[in-house]
């Protein structure tokens, strides 16, 4: 694992978007596995920016989301489809875009096709990552098979918590969600896992430490070798 210890948040959203960056200068067709959440939100903005002011082109790249919630419609304010859409696609106009769908009438077989999908047009050449502070990687949480593929999670209770300051009130945060597996995620070419803040030492303390457990999710992006680690001096704190 490249790690790269950074100032504060916009120095982490900046690296991410050169790195993002420069692999689609190389690969103008690449596929690239997205994340939402608070982490990557300086990083699309960085994003948009090169594509407004520098002609970044994406429009032969390929994106994959991570995750769904389950029984969100897709215009629903707080759907992942409206986030992407709000922060990204909207900004920058993409080839193919890919999303679960949570609200499938058979979720199974949603969870089945989108696997399909992804090993058809994928797998993504890099995958961005935030890690939830019990150290979930996509939704996949503590206790998740290193080896799953893309399933329906019920979130823990942790992870409804804090995500309930998206939502209007704790309750109204979904219980379950779609989400590529630890197994999908690992079959991505490079990794770049970001994380920023105090809320996310523990998460990346315990991760530096180099034990796989599934009991702690993104140990196993030790599987991976090529997984590149940005984060800020207040999630990296003292470090191992
Ligand atoms: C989001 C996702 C989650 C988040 C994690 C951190 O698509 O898969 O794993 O990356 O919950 O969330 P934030 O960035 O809000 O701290």
Partial sequence: MKIKVVKDYEEMSREAALFIEKNVRENPQLTLGLATGGTPLGTYRFLAQGHRERK??????????????????????????????????????FGRTYIPNGEAADLEEECIAYERLIEK???????????????HIGFNEPGASFEGETHVETLAETTRKANARFFPSPEDVPKEAITMGIGSIL?????????SGLR????????????????????ALYHHENVTLIVDEEAYGKGV
Wanted: net charge neutral.
């Fill in 56 to 93: 970044m082109d994406y429009s032969r790249v390929t994106t994959f989301n991570l995750d769904e919630y389950v029984g969100l419609p897709k215009n629903h304010e707080h759907s992942y489809h409206s986030f992407m859409q709000k922060h990204l696609f909207s900004l920058v106009p």
């Fill in 187 to 195: 079959k991505s070419r490079k990794i770049l896992l970001l994380a």
């Fill in 121 to 135: 047009e994928g797998p993504p050449d890099i995958q961005l990552l935030g890690i939830g502070s019990n150290g």
């Fill in 200 to 219: 996310k030492n523990e998460a990346i303390r315990r991760l530096l430490k180099g034990e796989m457990d599934e009991s702690f999710p993104a140990s």
